[in-house]
């Protein structure tokens, strides 16, 4: 029997409406000194998408 839907593993991805780069919650943001595992939700209020400078409220759920 396998387990499913555990870990950070499960947390969906978010695209840049504006350059395309995908923030993987299970990589994090490692450049910003976003640790592996952090959701989407929980990330700072000002993280901003390191390829472009984009705001949080420019990303969609992938």
């Given at each position: 029997?396998?387990?499913v839907g555990t870990g950070a593993s499960e947390s969906?991805?978010?695209r840049c409406t504006?350059?395309?780069y995908e923030y993987d919650p299970a990589v994090g943001d490692p450049s910003q000194g976003i640790q592996p595992g952090t959701p989407f939700d929980e990330l700072p209020a000002d993280w901003k998408c390191p390829q472009c400078g984009a705001a949080?409220?420019?990303f969609v759920r992938s």
């Amino acid at each position: 029997m396998t387990l499913v839907g555990t870990g950070a593993s499960e947390s969906p991805k978010y695209r840049c409406t504006v350059c395309g780069y995908e923030y993987d919650p299970a990589v994090g943001d490692p450049s910003q000194g976003i640790q592996p595992g952090t959701p989407f939700d929980e990330l700072p209020a000002d993280w901003k998408c390191p390829q472009c400078g984009a705001a949080k409220d420019r990303f969609v759920r992938s």
